[in-house]
């Protein structure tokens, strides 16, 4: 099965899997788990920040971070398509009484540095209090300009707000760039970064920043109920794709670009966009059906709508580029 859906069908290399195995184990939420925290050191020294914690999932360290930040009744500016507004289920409103302020998106997946500015609130009982600037690189895997984050987290500064980064696939945007993990994380008090993704462990995020923050953000998974005991086999699996398998995004970014050009090439489909390891097709509507069935029958496995995204990862070879060119040939040529 070719699987196009997203990165997070990566499954865990071999390798991988070895150093699972082979993990020294303990009760983290005892903070016995050597594994854990040698994970934890390890990554807080790579993104330059004081505490690293580990967290079974993005949306609940992006939740956490947002929970420490914030409080009832504060608010936090986010983009109208940020992964912490829109597909995170709500989770600050409903858990935390954190107020989302979304504003809307540049072309480039930015936030306007005046529409960022005009959605902070004056110190009035009327409003919310406006306390975190969130934002998330990469996005639409566009990578996100770095002299702009500073310029929008020196704005946050400014008026007294803390900042967040999402760095679900901020790995991407380190490579893309051949920037180092610390220079992208510097601007932001907190980043949460995932390993489920284009690096392939089966499951684990991780929050870091100061050590006051990530403290509250430990009592917080607590009560999220992200308390894991024996996860030195989790940390393990992430520990081993920081350590090993980075620099394999660049060919995914290059299997990327070379599948859209492809598909540029032929009739009837779109390509909106490419960046990093994900594209974004425009597909006719009468072929919607059709078209999603026709792959299906050739183990390509797509979510076909108006806009489709297509993610390339390490999973898929150039062998398997070359399938999918080749399928969405034969569908147009009848």
Known sequence: ??????????????????????APLGDDVWGDDPSVAHFEDALAERTGKAAALLFPSGTQSNLAALLAHCQRGDEYIAGQQAHTYKYEGGGAAVLGGIQPQPVEHAEDGSLPLERIRAAIKPDDFHFARTRLLALENTIGGRVIDA????????????????????????????????????????????????????????????????????????????????????????????????????ADLAADHRRAERLAAGLRSLPTIEVLSQATNMLFLRVPEPHIAPLRAWLAEREILIEVLYDTRLVVHRDLDDAAIDAILAAFEEYLAQ
């Not at 069908?9 to 150093?19: H, L, N, Q, W, Y």
């Not at 760039?177 to 684990?204: E, H």
């Open 147 to 246: 002299d702009y984050m500073h310029q929008a987290t020196a704005l946050a500064r400014e008026h007294g707000l803390a900042t967040h980064l999402d760095g679900a696939r901020l790995f991407n945007a380190a490579v893309a760039t051949d920037t180092s993990l610390a220079s992208l994380c510097a601007p932001f008090d907190t980043v949460s970064l995932c390993f489920s993704k284009g690096l392939g462990a089966p499951m684990g995020s991780a929050l870091v920043g100061p050590q006051a923050l990530i403290d509250a953000a430990r009592r917080w998974r607590k009560m999220l109920g992200g308390g894991m005991r024996q996860s030195g086999i989790i940390a393990a699996a992430c520990h081993y794709a920081l350590d090993h398998q980075v």
């Open 1 to 22: 099965m070719i699987d196009l859906r997203s990165d997070t069908v990566t499954r865990p290399s071999a390798a991988m899997r070895d150093a699972m195995h082979a």
